[in-house]
């Protein structure tokens, strides 16, 4: 079966500070895509930051970047220099195939506040 | 701004009654996805449309159905409605269907089922 692990329900960070979130999965696919995604109270899921699975090389957006660690099946986000707008949900999905079909696995989610 | 929008914003049916959600896509995307989201949950796959032809499903019963049209709207349809189906009902737009496409998310369609 292929799960996705969040399990830090929630996190606090300060402003300005740097907060990581953790995300493990499990599938039989050696080539996918990880996202994370952001859904603030708003409920629209915003893309972060996307990983292809066959890259080494961690993924950076801006203040976001990732720790993928692929025999691990362990793909983590660090957020840096944290701002109060970084407040909201965020969810790990890796993208993969079930008979042909690609899809999202999302978790379960970690809540993030910003505090000022 | 994801160019997705989707219609209701909120809706209230009762148990056993049959709902209709709409969803527009972006202008040339050829892929729409429907996605529920139970409080606390994160979204689960419904099921995938690619050019109008239904082309992945995921755990859910024949009730749910869906259609895209070709002026890139679709519809989700759920018949006999229980209360388990309260939820967050998200649309997705991508350009294809491949393994490396990122989907674009409309706000979704609050329905809550008494």
């Known amino acids: 079966a292929q799960t996705v692990t969040q399990s830090q329900p929630e996190m606090s960070v300060q402003e300005a500070e740097t907060v990581t979130l953790s995300c493990t999965y499990d599938?039989?696919?050696?080539?996918?895509?990880l996202f994370w995604y952001k859904q603030p109270p708003s409920r629209q899921m915003i893309l972060v930051i996307r990983?292809?699975?066959?890259?080494?090389q961690n993924a950076t957006e801006n203040r976001f970047s990732v720790n993928f660690q692929k025999a691990a099946k362990s793909f983590s986000l660090k957020i840096s220099d944290s701002q109060l707008g970084d407040a909201a949900m965020y969810f790990c999905a890796p993208h993969v195939s079930t008979s042909g079909t690609y899809k999202y696995i999302f978790g379960t989610g970690t809540r993030l506040k910003v505090l000022a | 701004e994801t160019g997705v929008t989707q219609s209701p914003t909120h809706l209230i049916k009762t148990r056993g009654q049959q709902v209709t959600l709409r969803c527009s896509s972006q202008s040339g995307h050829n892929t729409v996805s429907w996605y529920q989201q139970a409080l606390g949950q994160g979204p689960q796959f419904i099921f995938q449309?690619?050019?109008?032809?239904?082309?992945g499903r995921g755990n859910f019963p024949p009730r749910f159905s869906g259609l895209q049209f070709p002026n890139y709207s679709s519809e989700l349809n759920v018949n006999a409605l229980e209360l388990d189906d309260s939820a967050l009902y998200l649309c997705?737009?991508?350009?294809?269907?491949?393994?490396?496409?990122?989907?674009?998310f409309g706000s979704g369609t609050q329905l809550s089922v008494l």
């Open positions: 990983q292809e699975a066959y890259k080494q």
């Open positions: 449309y690619y050019r109008e032809e239904e082309n």
């Open positions: 599938t039989s696919e050696s080539d996918y895509y």
């Open positions: 997705a737009s991508s350009l294809d269907s491949g393994e490396s496409e990122k989907l674009f």
